[in-house]
């Protein structure tokens, strides 16, 4: 069985300081590990994914991941933080069956001036 | 490409109201999917198919059900709407074996 838990609900950074949102997965297959962006009243926009190619993953406006398998760990980070990252993200994890996503639960951020 | 769409955007409806969801892709992906977003929840699988003819349900497919004519559409049908059925409902889209899915936009459904 697979899941994926987002460690934080809401993160909050002051803009230009760096960003660290959580997720651990578990999966009994070889992962294919996702984050996603939705901005408020928007649809859900791919930022990056991890397909078992190169660990550290580099993905849309200047956010990376870092895949983990010893510990599990697929967190989301970003350098600077700036106003415009404000949203929910999430976490998605895919296995076996590639088309079948499992969410957590959205981490939302804020960015303070 | 327009990708993938979702009609309405928004809407109301009384409890035991029926009403059908589309949704609608132009990228010639095989596999479909529905899934509803609730706050604190995430998104949570409802129905999905892998292909025209073919449809299986997901984690939560009580009060729903879909069928699949062609590979460009899935429509979601609500056949008796209840105040549990209040959520945002999102479509995606993927080339089978593919891992990407990519979403509409979403419609967001208030059952009163």
């Known amino acids: 069985a697979q899941s994926v838990t987002q460690l934080d609900s809401h993160v909050s950074v002051s803009e230009g300081t760096p960003v660290l949102l959580r997720c651990n997965y578990s999966s009994s297959y070889s992962p294919s590990l996702f984050w996603y962006v939705q901005h408020p009243n928007k649809g859900l926009q791919l930022l990056l994914k991890?397909?078992?190619?190169?660990?550290l993953v580099k993905g849309i406006n200047g956010f990376e991941a870092e895949f983990k398998k010893s510990e599990t760990s697929f967190h989301l980070t970003k350098p600077s933080a700036h106003m415009s990252d404000a949203a929910e993200y999430f976490c998605v994890v895919s296995g076996k069956l590639a088309y079948k996503y499992i969410f957590g639960t959205g981490t939302r951020l804020k960015v303070l001036a | 490409n327009a990708g993938v769409t979702q009609t309405p955007k928004f809407q109301v409806l009384k409890t035991g109201q029926s009403m059908t969801l589309q949704c609608a892709q132009d990228?010639?992906?095989?596999?479909m999917s529905w899934y509803r977003q609730d706050p604190g929840m995430g998104l949570r699988l409802i129905h999905y198919?892998?292909?025209?003819?073919?449809?299986d349900q997901g984690e939560v497919p009580n009060g729903y059900n879909v069928s699949r004519s062609t590979t460009e559409d899935f429509p979601l049908r609500l056949l008796s709407a209840a105040p549990s059925q209040t959520s945002v409902y999102f479509c995606?889209?993927?080339?089978?074996?593919?891992?990407?899915?990519?979403f509409g936009p979403g419609t967001r459904l208030t059952v009163l």
């Open positions: 991890y397909t078992s190619a190169a660990t």
């Open positions: 198919s892998v292909g025209a003819g073919i449809t």
């Open positions: 990228m010639n992906h095989e596999y």
């Open positions: 995606a889209s993927s080339y089978f074996g593919d891992n990407e899915q990519f």
